[in-house]
């Protein structure tokens, strides 16, 4: 289909690895956005891409994490050396502009990674 | 603490009754979006208001942007099975960097 699709679906890790979460937003989306969602909570956000801009880093939680976006589409998100705490749902989402909540500028999310740290 | 307060956290009822769920904050939104998301899938919008005071009907689902934009609801009528899931609101704000602010959510179980 043409939404938002991350892989993979499930990730198990041992504390201590390394892992990596990919995003293969809409096609021609220049927005693209990283979240995480710990059961029983809202979406916390992470990090955000728009088109050559620098991206806003403002959310993650840890040095350990990072993400890039290569050729204005695909995105990784890494957590090095994972952490029982890092264990939620990391959601990307894509939209068409940069400003959200505005009519119009809605975001697409994928179905999501569910991380387990052990 | 939450930017955006929602409440009820969790709501049971029987097919065929009405419900209301709050979403409260103490900051000016720009715009409020509220979400809903099943298991295993991501949000997926369904409204967005940006006036003070609108008030949006989406079949049988009525949403109300308060008249100073710090707060929102989402009425159903005669909620459906089909109505079950979490229903989130984010607001959008200037002093957030116009970055989405979700609320934890509300868990909707509707039975038959």
């Known amino acids: 289909g043409a939404g938002v699709s991350q892989s993979p679906s499930n990730k198990v890790t041992e504390k201590g690895k390394d892992v990596e979460l990919r995003c293969d937003p809409i096609?021609?989306?220049?927005?693209l956005y990283w979240y995480r969602q710990r059961l029983g909570q809202g979406l916390e956000f992470l990090i955000y891409f728009q088109g050559n801009s620098a991206p806003d880093k403002s959310g993650l939680p840890s040095d350990r994490f990072s993400a890039e976006r290569t050729g204005g589409s695909v995105s990784t998100l890494t957590i090095q050396r994972t952490q029982q705490e890092d264990s939620a749902v990391y959601l990307c989402a894509s939209s068409l502009a940069r400003t959200s909540g505005q009519t119009g500028n809605e975001q697409f999310f994928g179905p999501g990674t569910r991380l387990t740290v052990l | 603490t939450q930017l955006l307060e929602q409440s009820p956290q969790f709501l049971s009822i029987q097919e065929g009754e009405n419900l209301t769920v709050y979403c409260n904050s103490s900051?000016?939104?720009?715009?409020l979006q509220w979400y809903r998301q099943e298991p295993g899938e991501g949000p997926v919008l369904l409204v967005t208001?940006?006036?003070?005071?609108e008030v949006k009907k989406l079949k049988r689902l009525t949403f109300q942007f308060g008249d100073a934009r710090k707060d929102s609801s989402l009425h159903i009528t005669a909620a459906q099975p089909g109505d079950t899931g979490l229903y989130l609101c984010?607001?959008?704000?200037?002093?957030?960097?116009?970055?989405?602010?979700f609320g934890a959510g509300t868990i909707l179980r509707v039975k038959s």
């Open positions: 900051s000016v939104f720009s715009s």
């Open positions: 984010a607001g959008a704000a200037m002093e957030y960097g116009n970055k989405l602010v």
């Open positions: 208001v940006v006036t003070g005071g």
């Open positions: 096609s021609g989306h220049t927005a």
